[in-house]
Protein backbone atom coordinates (compact mmCIF):
# COMPACT_ATOMS: atom_id res chain seq x y z
CA UNK A 1 0.00 0.00 0.00
CA UNK A 2 1.51 3.26 -1.04
CA UNK A 3 0.63 6.87 -0.46
CA UNK A 4 0.71 8.95 -4.09
CA UNK A 5 0.42 12.02 -3.00
CA UNK A 6 -3.42 13.09 -3.09
CA UNK A 7 -4.84 9.21 -4.67
CA UNK A 8 -7.23 7.24 -2.78
CA UNK A 9 -6.10 3.64 -1.38
CA UNK A 10 -7.66 1.39 0.63
CA UNK A 11 -7.12 -1.92 2.77
CA UNK A 12 -8.92 -5.05 2.51
CA UNK A 13 -9.87 -7.10 4.68
CA UNK A 14 -11.44 -11.14 4.13
CA UNK A 15 -13.61 -12.74 6.89
CA UNK A 16 -15.53 -16.26 6.67
CA UNK A 17 -18.63 -16.79 7.87
CA UNK A 18 -17.71 -19.34 10.09
CA UNK A 19 -14.77 -18.21 11.49
CA UNK A 20 -16.02 -18.40 14.88
CA UNK A 21 -17.35 -21.92 14.80
CA UNK A 22 -14.09 -23.16 12.52
CA UNK A 23 -11.37 -25.04 13.52
CA UNK A 24 -7.77 -24.04 13.52
CA UNK A 25 -4.87 -26.49 12.57
CA UNK A 26 -1.42 -25.82 13.10
CA UNK A 27 0.96 -25.72 10.08
CA UNK A 28 4.72 -25.32 9.80
CA UNK A 29 5.55 -22.26 7.05
CA UNK A 30 8.49 -22.55 5.13
CA UNK A 31 11.68 -21.03 7.39
CA UNK A 32 9.83 -23.63 9.96
CA UNK A 33 7.37 -21.66 12.30
CA UNK A 34 4.20 -22.86 13.06
CA UNK A 35 1.46 -20.93 12.59
CA UNK A 36 -2.66 -21.13 12.87
CA UNK A 37 -5.00 -21.29 10.01
CA UNK A 38 -8.70 -22.54 9.69
CA UNK A 39 -8.73 -25.97 8.72
CA UNK A 40 -11.48 -27.08 5.41
CA UNK A 41 -12.18 -30.50 4.11
CA UNK A 42 -12.67 -31.47 0.39
CA UNK A 43 -16.39 -30.82 -0.60
CA UNK A 44 -16.27 -27.77 2.25
CA UNK A 45 -17.90 -24.28 0.99
CA UNK A 46 -15.81 -21.59 1.65
CA UNK A 47 -17.74 -18.46 2.11
CA UNK A 48 -17.55 -14.94 3.51
CA UNK A 49 -17.25 -11.51 3.05
CA UNK A 50 -14.43 -8.92 1.57
CA UNK A 51 -14.08 -5.22 3.51
CA UNK A 52 -12.98 -2.99 1.63
CA UNK A 53 -12.22 -0.11 3.85
CA UNK A 54 -11.09 3.36 2.02
CA UNK A 55 -7.98 5.40 4.08
CA UNK A 56 -8.73 8.86 3.44
CA UNK A 57 -12.34 10.15 3.71
CA UNK A 58 -14.17 11.77 1.52
CA UNK A 59 -12.05 10.84 -1.40
CA UNK A 60 -13.62 8.14 -3.89
CA UNK A 61 -11.58 4.98 -5.20
CA UNK A 62 -11.51 4.11 -8.57
CA UNK A 63 -10.79 0.96 -9.68
CA UNK A 64 -11.01 -1.56 -12.82
CA UNK A 65 -13.19 -4.21 -10.52
CA UNK A 66 -12.89 -6.20 -7.66
CA UNK A 67 -12.82 -9.72 -7.62
CA UNK A 68 -11.75 -13.00 -4.75
CA UNK A 69 -10.29 -15.75 -5.98
CA UNK A 70 -9.98 -19.15 -4.23
CA UNK A 71 -6.86 -20.86 -5.35
CA UNK A 72 -5.02 -24.31 -4.93
CA UNK A 73 -1.54 -24.35 -6.53
CA UNK A 74 1.83 -26.41 -5.95
CA UNK A 75 5.11 -24.98 -5.96
CA UNK A 76 8.85 -25.92 -6.42
CA UNK A 77 11.67 -24.11 -4.71
CA UNK A 78 13.76 -24.42 -7.54
CA UNK A 79 11.72 -22.99 -10.10
CA UNK A 80 9.46 -20.27 -7.99
CA UNK A 81 8.18 -18.79 -11.01
CA UNK A 82 5.89 -21.10 -12.34
CA UNK A 83 3.03 -22.07 -10.09
CA UNK A 84 0.57 -25.06 -11.05
CA UNK A 85 -2.93 -23.89 -10.13
CA UNK A 86 -4.73 -27.09 -9.60
CA UNK A 87 -7.98 -24.87 -8.13
CA UNK A 88 -8.74 -21.62 -9.77
CA UNK A 89 -11.97 -20.27 -8.88
CA UNK A 90 -12.96 -16.64 -8.98
CA UNK A 91 -15.98 -14.13 -8.17
CA UNK A 92 -16.24 -11.07 -9.46
CA UNK A 93 -17.13 -8.47 -6.49
CA UNK A 94 -17.76 -5.42 -8.39
CA UNK A 95 -17.30 -4.27 -11.71
CA UNK A 96 -15.02 -1.68 -12.96
CA UNK A 97 -15.99 1.28 -11.05
CA UNK A 98 -15.97 3.60 -8.32
CA UNK A 99 -16.06 3.35 -4.51
CA UNK A 100 -17.19 6.44 -2.66
CA UNK A 101 -17.64 4.87 0.49
CA UNK A 102 -16.17 1.50 2.34
CA UNK A 103 -18.06 -1.22 1.34
CA UNK A 104 -18.67 -5.15 2.04
CA UNK A 105 -19.17 -7.85 -0.38
CA UNK A 106 -20.40 -10.97 0.00
CA UNK A 107 -18.60 -14.62 -1.68
CA UNK A 108 -19.63 -17.95 -1.26
CA UNK A 109 -17.54 -20.71 -3.11
CA UNK A 110 -19.95 -23.57 -2.93
CA UNK A 111 -18.39 -27.21 -2.02
CA UNK A 112 -15.19 -26.39 -3.67
CA UNK A 113 -12.97 -29.00 -4.18
CA UNK A 114 -10.06 -29.33 -2.33
CA UNK A 115 -8.23 -32.82 -3.58
CA UNK A 116 -4.72 -32.69 -1.90
CA UNK A 117 -3.71 -32.27 1.50
CA UNK A 118 -1.60 -29.20 2.31
CA UNK A 119 1.95 -29.64 2.44
CA UNK A 120 4.87 -27.48 3.28
CA UNK A 121 8.04 -29.56 2.86
CA UNK A 122 12.02 -29.09 1.84
CA UNK A 123 11.74 -28.27 -1.97
CA UNK A 124 7.92 -28.02 -2.49
CA UNK A 125 4.83 -26.27 -0.94
CA UNK A 126 1.17 -27.17 -1.75
CA UNK A 127 -1.40 -24.58 0.14
CA UNK A 128 -4.80 -22.94 -0.64
CA UNK A 129 -5.54 -19.55 -0.18
CA UNK A 130 -8.17 -16.69 -1.48
CA UNK A 131 -7.21 -13.54 -2.27
CA UNK A 132 -9.19 -10.43 -2.43
CA UNK A 133 -8.15 -7.69 -5.46
CA UNK A 134 -8.59 -4.73 -6.16
CA UNK A 135 -7.69 -4.01 -9.94
CA UNK A 136 -6.36 -0.06 -10.34
CA UNK A 137 -4.54 1.39 -13.02
CA UNK A 138 -1.27 1.71 -11.52
CA UNK A 139 -1.00 -0.56 -8.82
CA UNK A 140 -3.49 -3.53 -7.87
CA UNK A 141 -4.41 -3.52 -3.71
CA UNK A 142 -4.65 -7.48 -2.79
CA UNK A 143 -4.92 -9.30 0.24
CA UNK A 144 -4.44 -13.31 0.91
CA UNK A 145 -5.59 -15.26 3.52
CA UNK A 146 -4.31 -18.98 3.52
CA UNK A 147 -6.29 -21.90 5.14
CA UNK A 148 -5.28 -25.48 5.36
CA UNK A 149 -6.54 -28.91 3.81
CA UNK A 150 -6.66 -31.99 5.40
CA UNK A 151 -7.64 -35.13 3.49
CA UNK A 152 -8.94 -37.46 4.93
CA UNK A 153 -9.23 -41.36 4.84
CA UNK A 154 -11.62 -44.02 5.91
CA UNK A 155 -9.95 -47.49 7.57
CA UNK A 156 -8.27 -49.60 4.55
CA UNK A 157 -10.08 -52.70 3.53
CA UNK A 158 -7.10 -54.56 3.19
CA UNK A 159 -4.08 -54.14 5.56
CA UNK A 160 -2.28 -56.77 5.43
CA UNK A 161 1.10 -57.44 7.74
CA UNK A 162 4.42 -56.98 6.51
CA UNK A 163 6.74 -60.11 7.25
CA UNK A 164 10.18 -60.92 5.50
CA UNK A 165 13.23 -62.90 5.69
CA UNK A 166 16.20 -60.51 5.46
CA UNK A 167 19.98 -61.30 5.44
CA UNK A 168 23.40 -61.90 4.06
CA UNK A 169 24.52 -65.36 3.65
CA UNK A 170 25.84 -67.19 6.15
CA UNK A 171 26.43 -64.29 8.56
CA UNK A 172 22.83 -62.70 9.45
CA UNK A 173 19.13 -64.11 8.93
CA UNK A 174 16.80 -62.46 10.95
CA UNK A 175 13.15 -62.53 10.10
CA UNK A 176 10.97 -58.71 10.86
CA UNK A 177 7.12 -58.19 10.77
CA UNK A 178 5.42 -54.94 11.33
CA UNK A 179 1.45 -55.68 12.00
CA UNK A 180 0.14 -53.61 9.51
CA UNK A 181 1.06 -51.66 5.68
CA UNK A 182 -1.03 -48.81 6.65
CA UNK A 183 -1.18 -46.90 9.47
CA UNK A 184 -2.85 -43.89 10.43
CA UNK A 185 -1.16 -40.80 11.85
CA UNK A 186 -1.96 -41.61 15.33
CA UNK A 187 -1.22 -45.35 14.95
CA UNK A 188 0.75 -47.63 16.92
CA UNK A 189 3.65 -49.64 14.90
CA UNK A 190 4.15 -53.28 16.60
CA UNK A 191 6.35 -55.86 15.10
CA UNK A 192 9.03 -57.72 16.03
CA UNK A 193 12.16 -59.01 15.01
CA UNK A 194 13.27 -62.75 14.91
CA UNK A 195 17.28 -63.65 14.60
CA UNK A 196 16.96 -66.90 12.90
CA UNK A 197 21.06 -66.85 12.68
CA UNK A 198 23.96 -64.23 13.95
CA UNK A 199 27.66 -64.70 13.04
CA UNK A 200 28.64 -61.05 13.61
CA UNK A 201 28.70 -59.30 16.72
CA UNK A 202 25.62 -56.96 16.99
CA UNK A 203 25.99 -54.12 19.92
CA UNK A 204 22.43 -53.10 19.20
CA UNK A 205 19.00 -52.54 16.78
CA UNK A 206 17.33 -49.09 15.80
CA UNK A 207 14.14 -48.44 13.60
CA UNK A 208 14.34 -45.25 11.76
CA UNK A 209 11.52 -43.18 10.51
CA UNK A 210 12.45 -41.91 7.44
CA UNK A 211 10.43 -39.31 4.96
CA UNK A 212 11.44 -39.00 1.24
CA UNK A 213 10.20 -35.87 -0.58
CA UNK A 214 10.52 -36.42 -4.17
CA UNK A 215 9.89 -33.32 -6.68
CA UNK A 216 10.48 -33.47 -10.27
CA UNK A 217 10.26 -35.54 -13.47
CA UNK A 218 12.06 -37.79 -15.95
CA UNK A 219 15.87 -37.29 -15.39
CA UNK A 220 15.69 -34.30 -12.88
CA UNK A 221 14.24 -36.24 -10.13
CA UNK A 222 15.37 -35.36 -6.92
CA UNK A 223 14.52 -37.38 -3.51
CA UNK A 224 14.91 -35.65 -0.20
CA UNK A 225 15.34 -37.84 2.91
CA UNK A 226 14.92 -36.83 5.83
CA UNK A 227 15.29 -39.11 9.09
CA UNK A 228 12.32 -38.11 11.15
CA UNK A 229 12.98 -40.55 14.02
CA UNK A 230 15.64 -42.91 15.41
CA UNK A 231 14.34 -45.24 18.26
CA UNK A 232 16.59 -48.03 19.73
CA UNK A 233 14.82 -51.27 20.13
CA UNK A 234 17.56 -53.33 21.43
CA UNK A 235 21.19 -52.91 23.15
CA UNK A 236 23.43 -56.00 23.83
CA UNK A 237 24.14 -58.92 21.17
CA UNK A 238 21.49 -61.25 20.58
CA UNK A 239 21.44 -65.27 19.78
CA UNK A 240 19.89 -67.21 17.54
CA UNK A 241 15.96 -67.76 18.33
CA UNK A 242 15.40 -64.41 20.34
CA UNK A 243 12.37 -62.45 19.73
CA UNK A 244 13.05 -58.20 19.94
CA UNK A 245 9.71 -56.70 20.26
CA UNK A 246 8.78 -53.24 18.41
CA UNK A 247 6.22 -51.13 20.00
CA UNK A 248 6.81 -47.37 17.91
CA UNK A 249 4.00 -44.44 19.03
CA UNK A 250 3.55 -42.33 15.98
CA UNK A 251 1.26 -39.87 17.51
CA UNK A 252 4.99 -38.06 18.99
CA UNK A 253 6.29 -37.57 15.75
CA UNK A 254 5.68 -34.78 13.04
CA UNK A 255 4.08 -36.88 9.68
CA UNK A 256 2.22 -35.99 7.07
CA UNK A 257 0.14 -38.58 5.06
CA UNK A 258 1.49 -40.05 2.45
CA UNK A 259 1.35 -38.52 -1.12
CA UNK A 260 1.84 -40.44 -4.06
CA UNK A 261 2.46 -38.12 -7.09
CA UNK A 262 0.48 -35.19 -6.67
CA UNK A 263 -0.96 -33.31 -9.48
CA UNK A 264 2.23 -35.37 -11.28
CA UNK A 265 4.62 -32.62 -9.42
CA UNK A 266 6.18 -34.43 -6.18
CA UNK A 267 5.59 -37.23 -3.32
CA UNK A 268 5.72 -37.73 -0.41
CA UNK A 269 6.63 -41.45 1.26
CA UNK A 270 7.66 -42.72 4.00
CA UNK A 271 10.04 -45.56 5.19
CA UNK A 272 10.65 -47.77 8.10
CA UNK A 273 14.56 -48.06 8.25
CA UNK A 274 15.89 -51.69 10.76
CA UNK A 275 19.07 -50.82 11.59
CA UNK A 276 21.63 -53.15 13.28
CA UNK A 277 24.83 -51.43 14.47
CA UNK A 278 27.92 -54.21 14.87
CA UNK A 279 30.79 -53.86 17.26
CA UNK A 280 33.11 -52.47 14.73
CA UNK A 281 30.65 -49.59 13.72
CA UNK A 282 28.80 -51.34 10.71
CA UNK A 283 25.56 -50.71 9.75
CA UNK A 284 23.30 -53.34 8.32
CA UNK A 285 20.02 -52.03 7.29
CA UNK A 286 16.50 -52.76 5.54
CA UNK A 287 13.83 -50.31 4.26
CA UNK A 288 10.37 -50.66 3.71
CA UNK A 289 7.75 -48.69 2.76
CA UNK A 290 5.01 -48.00 4.89
CA UNK A 291 1.57 -45.99 3.76
CA UNK A 292 0.57 -43.31 6.90
CA UNK A 293 -3.03 -41.89 5.89
CA UNK A 294 -4.66 -39.94 8.64
CA UNK A 295 -7.95 -40.59 10.06
CA UNK A 296 -11.14 -38.44 10.66
CA UNK A 297 -12.04 -37.34 14.44
CA UNK A 298 -15.20 -37.58 14.43
CA UNK A 299 -17.01 -39.76 11.31
CA UNK A 300 -20.57 -39.20 11.88
CA UNK A 301 -20.94 -35.75 11.06
CA UNK A 302 -19.09 -35.93 7.74
CA UNK A 303 -21.18 -38.54 6.89
CA UNK A 304 -24.07 -36.95 6.78
CA UNK A 305 -22.48 -33.78 5.51
CA UNK A 306 -21.21 -35.75 2.60
CA UNK A 307 -24.73 -37.23 1.33
CA UNK A 308 -26.03 -33.51 1.09
CA UNK A 309 -23.21 -32.69 -0.71
CA UNK A 310 -23.96 -35.91 -3.36
CA UNK A 311 -27.27 -35.19 -3.53
CA UNK A 312 -26.79 -31.53 -4.22
CA UNK A 313 -23.78 -32.60 -7.13
CA UNK A 314 -26.91 -34.95 -8.56
CA UNK A 315 -30.20 -33.11 -10.21
CA UNK A 316 -32.92 -34.35 -9.69
CA UNK A 317 -32.86 -36.09 -6.19
CA UNK A 318 -34.27 -34.41 -3.42
CA UNK A 319 -31.38 -33.06 -0.90
CA UNK A 320 -33.80 -33.14 2.42
CA UNK A 321 -34.62 -36.64 1.87
CA UNK A 322 -31.47 -37.74 1.48
CA UNK A 323 -29.61 -36.43 4.34
CA UNK A 324 -32.67 -37.16 6.58
CA UNK A 325 -31.77 -40.88 5.69
CA UNK A 326 -28.02 -40.43 6.32
CA UNK A 327 -28.71 -39.32 9.98
CA UNK A 328 -30.89 -41.79 10.49
CA UNK A 329 -28.30 -44.33 9.55
CA UNK A 330 -25.72 -43.20 11.80
CA UNK A 331 -27.53 -42.97 14.94
CA UNK B 1 -16.56 -48.35 14.50
CA UNK B 2 -13.58 -46.52 15.31
CA UNK B 3 -11.19 -48.16 18.24
CA UNK B 4 -10.51 -45.75 20.92
CA UNK B 5 -7.28 -47.30 21.75
CA UNK B 6 -5.05 -49.21 19.83
CA UNK B 7 -4.26 -52.70 19.84
CA UNK B 8 -0.09 -52.62 21.32
CA UNK B 9 -0.44 -56.25 22.76
CA UNK B 10 3.09 -58.06 21.18
CA UNK B 11 2.93 -59.36 17.67
CA UNK B 12 3.38 -64.14 18.77
CA UNK B 13 6.63 -65.25 19.30
CA UNK B 14 7.92 -68.97 19.01
CA UNK B 15 9.48 -69.54 22.32
CA UNK B 16 13.39 -69.65 22.46
CA UNK B 17 15.50 -73.11 22.40
CA UNK B 18 17.44 -73.42 25.68
CA UNK B 19 20.45 -74.78 23.90
CA UNK B 20 20.21 -71.36 22.00
CA UNK B 21 19.56 -69.37 24.82
CA UNK B 22 22.44 -70.46 27.24
CA UNK B 23 24.80 -72.04 24.89
CA UNK B 24 27.91 -70.35 23.22
CA UNK B 25 27.02 -67.99 20.75
CA UNK B 26 27.63 -68.39 16.81
CA UNK B 27 29.70 -65.27 16.22
CA UNK B 28 32.71 -66.02 18.55
CA UNK B 29 36.16 -64.85 17.17
CA UNK B 30 38.65 -63.76 18.90
CA UNK B 31 42.17 -62.29 17.79
CA UNK B 32 45.62 -61.23 19.80
CA UNK B 33 48.49 -59.68 18.35
CA UNK B 34 51.14 -60.47 20.91
CA UNK B 35 54.87 -61.29 21.08
CA UNK B 36 56.86 -59.60 18.88
CA UNK B 37 60.18 -60.77 18.55
CA UNK B 38 63.01 -58.81 16.95
CA UNK B 39 65.06 -61.65 14.47
CA UNK B 40 68.02 -60.89 12.42
CA UNK B 41 70.67 -58.54 12.92
CA UNK B 42 72.02 -54.97 11.66
CA UNK B 43 70.33 -54.04 8.66
CA UNK B 44 68.49 -56.98 8.20
CA UNK B 45 66.72 -57.10 11.30
CA UNK B 46 62.55 -56.68 11.49
CA UNK B 47 60.17 -57.83 14.02
CA UNK B 48 57.38 -60.00 13.73
CA UNK B 49 54.12 -60.44 15.73
CA UNK B 50 51.82 -63.55 16.70
CA UNK B 51 48.59 -63.53 15.54
CA UNK B 52 46.45 -66.02 17.87
CA UNK B 53 42.82 -66.74 16.51
CA UNK B 54 40.05 -68.65 18.23
CA UNK B 55 36.40 -68.86 16.47
CA UNK B 56 33.88 -71.18 16.11
CA UNK B 57 32.80 -69.20 12.75
CA UNK B 58 32.64 -71.97 10.01
CA UNK B 59 33.96 -69.72 7.46
CA UNK B 60 37.26 -70.21 9.61
CA UNK B 61 38.86 -73.72 8.43
CA UNK B 62 40.58 -73.70 11.81
CA UNK B 63 38.63 -73.02 14.91
CA UNK B 64 42.32 -72.45 16.36
CA UNK B 65 45.48 -70.61 14.48
CA UNK B 66 48.79 -69.12 15.65
CA UNK B 67 50.71 -67.53 13.20
CA UNK B 68 53.90 -65.35 12.95
CA UNK B 69 53.82 -62.02 10.47
CA UNK B 70 55.81 -59.12 9.71
CA UNK B 71 54.45 -55.25 9.02
CA UNK B 72 54.59 -55.89 5.27
CA UNK B 73 52.34 -59.07 5.92
CA UNK B 74 50.07 -56.56 6.78
CA UNK B 75 50.89 -53.84 4.37
CA UNK B 76 50.37 -57.16 1.79
CA UNK B 77 46.96 -57.89 3.52
CA UNK B 78 45.59 -54.25 3.52
CA UNK B 79 46.84 -54.02 -0.11
CA UNK B 80 45.21 -57.58 -1.17
CA UNK B 81 41.36 -56.52 0.09
CA UNK B 82 41.23 -53.03 -1.33
CA UNK B 83 41.66 -54.61 -4.71
CA UNK B 84 39.64 -57.44 -4.28
CA UNK B 85 36.63 -56.58 -2.23
CA UNK B 86 34.29 -54.01 -1.94
CA UNK B 87 35.12 -53.42 1.86
CA UNK B 88 36.31 -49.89 2.89
CA UNK B 89 39.58 -50.97 4.36
CA UNK B 90 40.85 -49.51 7.74
CA UNK B 91 44.23 -47.64 7.75
CA UNK B 92 46.64 -49.49 9.47
CA UNK B 93 49.15 -48.20 12.02
CA UNK B 94 52.02 -45.78 10.76
CA UNK B 95 55.12 -46.89 8.45
CA UNK B 96 57.45 -45.04 10.64
CA UNK B 97 59.94 -44.15 7.75
CA UNK B 98 61.40 -41.27 10.33
CA UNK B 99 62.01 -43.80 12.70
CA UNK B 100 64.01 -45.39 9.96
CA UNK B 101 66.73 -43.25 9.44
CA UNK B 102 70.17 -43.18 11.22
CA UNK B 103 71.31 -41.13 13.96
CA UNK B 104 68.38 -41.66 15.96
CA UNK B 105 68.41 -41.04 20.20
CA UNK B 106 66.59 -44.08 20.97
CA UNK B 107 66.46 -47.54 19.05
CA UNK B 108 63.83 -46.41 15.77
CA UNK B 109 61.77 -49.11 14.49
CA UNK B 110 62.65 -51.48 17.39
CA UNK B 111 62.29 -49.17 20.27
CA UNK B 112 59.58 -50.79 22.52
CA UNK B 113 57.34 -48.19 22.72
CA UNK B 114 56.96 -47.87 19.26
CA UNK B 115 56.44 -52.01 18.76
CA UNK B 116 53.90 -51.69 21.47
CA UNK B 117 52.06 -49.02 19.79
CA UNK B 118 52.12 -50.71 16.06
CA UNK B 119 51.00 -54.17 17.89
CA UNK B 120 48.12 -51.92 19.15
CA UNK B 121 47.63 -50.63 15.69
CA UNK B 122 47.59 -54.18 14.14
CA UNK B 123 45.26 -55.79 16.43
CA UNK B 124 42.93 -53.28 16.46
CA UNK B 125 43.13 -53.47 12.60
CA UNK B 126 42.82 -57.45 12.16
CA UNK B 127 39.87 -57.38 14.50
CA UNK B 128 37.65 -54.90 12.55
CA UNK B 129 38.42 -56.33 9.19
CA UNK B 130 38.17 -60.12 10.28
CA UNK B 131 34.77 -59.93 11.18
CA UNK B 132 33.53 -58.08 8.27
CA UNK B 133 31.08 -60.49 6.50
CA UNK B 134 32.72 -59.38 2.81
CA UNK B 135 36.14 -59.67 3.47
CA UNK B 136 35.66 -63.08 5.13
CA UNK B 137 35.26 -64.76 1.78
CA UNK B 138 38.38 -63.06 0.67
CA UNK B 139 41.30 -66.48 0.16
CA UNK B 140 43.93 -63.40 1.01
CA UNK B 141 42.68 -62.95 4.89
CA UNK B 142 42.40 -67.01 5.62
CA UNK B 143 45.52 -67.76 3.88
CA UNK B 144 46.88 -64.36 6.05
CA UNK B 145 45.46 -65.79 9.37
CA UNK B 146 45.71 -69.61 9.14
CA UNK B 147 48.10 -70.33 6.50
CA UNK B 148 51.97 -71.02 7.73
CA UNK B 149 53.48 -68.19 5.48
CA UNK B 150 51.62 -65.91 3.43
CA UNK B 151 52.70 -66.75 -0.43
CA UNK B 152 52.38 -63.76 -2.58
CA UNK B 153 52.20 -65.34 -5.24
CA UNK B 154 48.86 -66.91 -4.43
CA UNK B 155 45.46 -66.90 -7.22
CA UNK B 156 43.47 -64.36 -5.94
CA UNK B 157 39.92 -66.19 -4.95
CA UNK B 158 36.74 -66.12 -2.71
CA UNK B 159 36.05 -68.65 -0.62
CA UNK B 160 33.29 -70.33 -1.38
CA UNK B 161 31.00 -72.74 1.51
CA UNK B 162 29.52 -75.70 0.11
Redesign the interface.
Known sequence: MSFFGFGQTAEIDIVLNDAESRKKAEHKTEDGKKDKYFLFYDGETVSGKVNVTLKIPGKRLEHYGIKIEFVGQIELYYDRGNHHEFVSLVKDLARPGELSQSQTFDFDFTHVEKPYESYTGQNVKLRYFLRATISRRLNDISKEMDIVVQTLCTYPEINSSIKMEVGIEDCLHIEFEYNKSKYHLKDVIVGKIYFLLVRIKIKHMEIDIVKRETTGTGPSVYHENDTIAKYEIMDGAPVRGESIPIRLFLAGYELTPTMRDINKKFSVRYYLNLVLIDEEERRYFKQQEITLWRKGDIVRRSMSQQATIAAQRYEGSNSETASARAKEESN | ??EAI??????Y??P??LS??YGP???F?EIDVSNPETVGVGRNRFTTYEIRLKTN???FKLKESRVRRRYSDFEWLRGELERESKVVVPPLPGKALIRQLPFRGDDGIFDDSFIEERRQGLEQFL??VA???LA?NERCLHMFLQDESVDKNYTPSKIR?A
Open positions: MAADTRRLTKQNDAPNNLLPINKGHPQQ
